[in-house]
């Protein structure tokens, strides 16, 4: 009995148990799995996605940290590492995967960056010719534009009269958003539907097909192997409010493809005994990023405009420049001092905020991730390369600020100084503090299934397939063999299609 039917697909219509038959199964359907279908289906396969968070529509996304952190983030957006600095490093859940709640900033992958790929990884796929065309397909397919002056407002503007002041090569960022009103909100879901993210555009693409079925609150966690091959995986359906398991999926298929992200697939493959821990959920990477809050006497209102609009580019020095704003109570997290009259005040002054960060290309540091029985364990080791350069970063973003005219800065740093004169800059910032004193985030989590030239050296070749294994590949931000220093979900349709591309031409 074969349950597969093109279409969405949620836990309201399973039936107890729900068996699937297809020429490839897709897990996880967020940048890669859903460029990874769209190249599928165009070739006429038949998919079948399978998600472990629920389809959304717009009008589903509610202003509500509890309630997206409960139904669009991984672990509750609970997920933090632990090492030498400690870091939320959120992720997304759903249909759409972490473009529902990105900022929808697109670069392109960095010419170097590929180079790097292929001369040192052996990644000879990733040609300049070969990802260009991805790009420009993927620039048509996600509406990537530079949104109007009009929606950018003031967080943005005010970072754009502070960088121009210094003499900074910095522009609007382009974003996959064509639509945006800049109503502030992206990590909540874009209410407005103005957002492109690939649920609406790469996978609306495969489901237009009508060969791919998307299997949404499903978690797959096991599979079944004859051989070198795999030939079925199986998991649970979910009820999608309480998240509970309420019965059983299983998919057989002639292919596999693991999109399930730079936590999920790593820890999927090595909890199947698909690979080991020599490089499988090692060298993560995930672009660390000190945020700065700014004080001016003018009115900001940070919370409205694009959420991430601007940037300045130092990637040759080895970090970007980007404003940032969150909603109040995120605010809140950032201030040095959590309790007491001074962060009363700048929360009543929140208003004449403005919020940008610095955004570090790592390449000295790297952490893992493993599962145990508490839930999966991230650790990452902050370099002392990589926070120099974070540290010039913030420098340089406070001198950014100053020049808007801001009264005074504050860095995310737990050694409470805020910065006021220029003079004050390098006290505040000081190269020599400890990595554990920094307030960082991350949202870029890469590397953990990369690609390479050998099994000595990777977990996946060149095209994406899984060493030793006949039939499974890996579509997702985890092939990186090194962060980008620029933000990753372009990068990663690409690899989607890269690897989608591979399996339907069989090389
Ligand atoms: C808050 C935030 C802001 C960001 N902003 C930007 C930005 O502005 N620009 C940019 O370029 N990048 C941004 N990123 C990063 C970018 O969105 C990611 O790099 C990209 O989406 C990664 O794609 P992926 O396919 O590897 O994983 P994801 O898009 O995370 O998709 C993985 C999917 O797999 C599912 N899954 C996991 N395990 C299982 C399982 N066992 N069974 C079934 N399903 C499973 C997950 O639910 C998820 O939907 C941001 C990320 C976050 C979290
Ligand atoms: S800022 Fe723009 S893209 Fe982000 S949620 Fe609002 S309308 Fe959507």
Same mark, same amino acid.
């Given at each position: 009995?074969?349950?597969?039917?093109?279409?969405?697909?949620?836990?309201?219509?399973?039936?107890?148990? %729900?068996?699937?038959?297809?020429?490839?199964?897709?897990?996880?359907?967020?940048?890669?799995?859903?460029?990874?279908?769209?190249? &599928?289906?165009?070739?006429?396969?038949?998919?079948?996605?399978?998600?472990?968070?629920?389809?959304?529509?717009?009008?589903?996304?509610?202003?509500? *940290?509890?309630?997206?952190?409960?139904?669009?983030?991984?672990?509750?957006?609970?997920?933090?590492?632990?090492?030498?600095?400690?870091?939320? &490093?959120?992720?997304?859940?759903?249909?759409?995967?972490?473009?529902?709640?990105?900022?929808?900033?697109?670069?392109?992958?960095?010419?170097?960056?590929?180079?790097?790929?292929?001369?040192?990884?052996?990644?000879?796929?990733?040609?300049?010719?070969?990802?260009?065309?991805?790009?420009?397909?993927?620039?048509?397919?996600?509406?990537? *534009?530079?949104?109007?002056?009009?929606?950018?407002?003031?967080?943005?503007?005010?970072?754009?009269?502070?960088?121009?002041?210094?003499?900074?090569?910095?522009?609007?960022?382009?974003?996959?958003?064509?639509?945006?009103?800049?109503?502030?909100?992206?990590?909540?879901?874009?209410? *407005?539907?103005?957002?492109?993210?690939?649920?609406?555009?790469?996978?609306?693409?495969? &489901?237009?097909?009508?060969?791919?079925?998307?299997?949404?609150?499903?978690?797959?966690?096991?599979?079944?192997?004859?051989?070198?091959?795999?030939?079925?995986?199986?998991?649970?359906?979910?009820?999608?409010?309480?998240?509970?398991?309420?019965?059983?999926?299983?998919?057989?298929?002639?292919?596999? %493809?693991?999109?399930?992200?730079?936590?999920?697939?790593?820890?999927?493959?090595?909890?199947?005994?698909?690979?080991?821990?020599?490089?499988?959920?090692?060298?993560?990477?995930?672009?660390?990023?000190?945020?700065?809050?700014?004080?001016?006497?003018?009115?900001?209102?940070?919370?409205?405009?694009?959420?991430?609009?601007?940037?300045?580019?130092?990637?040759?020095?080895?970090?970007?420049?980007?404003?940032?704003?969150?909603?109040?109570?995120?605010?809140?997290?950032?201030?040095?001092?959590?309790?007491?009259?001074?962060?009363?005040?700048?929360?009543?002054?929140?208003?004449?905020?403005?919020?940008?960060?610095?955004?570090?290309?790592? *390449?000295?540091?790297?952490?893992?991730?493993?599962?145990?029985?508490?839930?999966?364990?991230?650790?990452?080791?902050?370099?002392?390369?990589?926070?120099?350069?974070?540290?010039?970063?913030?420098?340089?973003?406070?001198?950014?600020?100053?020049?808007?005219?801001?009264?005074?800065?504050?860095?995310?740093?737990?050694?409470?100084?805020?910065?006021?004169?220029?003079?004050?800059?390098?006290?505040?910032?000081?190269?020599?503090?400890?990595?554990?004193?920094?307030?960082?985030?991350?949202?870029?989590?890469?590397?953990?299934?990369?690609?390479?030239?050998?099994?000595?050296?990777?977990?996946?070749?060149?095209?994406?397939?899984?060493?030793?294994?006949?039939?499974?590949?890996?579509?997702?931000?985890?092939?990186?063999?090194?962060?980008?220093? %620029?933000?990753?979900?372009?990068?990663?349709?690409?690899?989607?299609?890269?690897?989608?591309?591979?399996?339907?031409?069989?090389?």
């Amino acid at each position: 009995m074969n349950d597969w039917r093109p279409g969405k697909h949620s836990s309201e219509s399973y039936p107890a148990h %729900v068996e699937l038959e297809v020429d490839v199964c897709i897990i996880g359907a967020g940048a890669g799995g859903s460029a990874a279908a769209a190249a &599928l289906t165009g070739a006429g396969l038949t998919v079948a996605v399978l998600e472990e968070g629920s389809h959304w529509r717009p009008s589903d996304f509610r202003q509500e *940290t509890s309630f997206a952190f409960k139904h669009l983030y991984q672990e509750r957006g609970m997920r933090v590492t632990r090492g030498n600095v400690v870091m939320p &490093l959120p992720g997304g859940r759903g249909v759409g995967g972490s473009t529902l709640i990105n900022s929808a900033i697109c670069f392109r992958t960095p010419p170097s960056v590929m180079k790097e790929w292929r001369e040192q990884y052996g990644c000879e796929r990733v040609t300049d010719d070969r990802f260009n065309g991805y790009f420009d397909r993927i620039w048509k397919t996600i509406g990537v *534009t530079v949104n109007p002056v009009a929606v950018q407002r003031n967080n943005n503007l005010i970072f754009k009269q502070g960088a121009e002041a210094l003499g900074l090569k910095g522009e609007f960022m382009a974003r996959s958003a064509p639509g945006c009103v800049g109503c502030g909100i992206c990590q909540y879901g874009c209410p *407005t539907g103005g957002k492109f993210s690939v649920d609406r555009t790469f996978m609306a693409e495969a &489901l237009g097909t009508n060969l791919v079925g998307v299997y949404a609150d499903c978690r797959v966690s096991k599979v079944e192997t004859v051989g070198d091959r795999v030939v079925a995986v199986s998991g649970q359906t979910l009820h999608p409010d309480s998240q509970r398991p309420q019965g059983s999926i299983r998919v057989s298929a002639k292919t596999f %493809v693991l999109s399930a992200g730079p936590i999920g697939s790593p820890l999927f493959l090595l909890a199947n005994g698909l690979a080991d821990s020599t490089h499988c959920g090692q060298h993560m990477v995930v672009h660390p990023t000190c945020g700065l809050l700014a004080r001016f006497e003018q009115e900001i209102r940070p919370w409205s405009g694009v959420t991430q609009g601007y940037y300045v580019d130092c990637w040759e020095k080895g970090f970007l420049l980007q404003t940032y704003s969150v909603t109040p109570d995120q605010y809140f997290l950032l201030l040095q001092t959590r309790i007491g009259k001074e962060t009363l005040e700048y929360l009543s002054n929140l208003s004449h905020i403005a919020s940008a960060g610095s955004l570090v290309h790592d *390449t000295d540091s790297g952490g893992s991730v493993r599962q145990t029985p508490l839930g999966p364990d991230l650790y990452y080791h902050f370099g002392e390369g990589d926070k120099s350069r974070l540290m010039a970063g913030t420098r340089l973003c406070a001198e950014v600020f100053l020049a808007a005219g801001a009264l005074e800065v504050m860095p995310a740093m737990q050694i409470g100084r805020t910065i006021k004169t220029k003079a004050d800059i390098l006290s505040a910032i000081p190269d020599d503090l400890p990595a554990n004193k920094l307030l960082l985030y991350a949202s870029h989590p890469m590397g953990t299934c990369r690609m390479g030239a050998s099994r000595e050296t990777s977990v996946i070749d060149a095209s994406g397939k899984v060493w030793d294994w006949a039939n499974l590949h890996v579509a997702d931000a985890s092939m990186f063999p090194t962060s980008l220093g %620029v933000n990753p979900q372009v990068t990663t349709m690409a690899m989607g299609l890269m690897v989608g591309e591979a399996i339907a031409h069989g090389s």
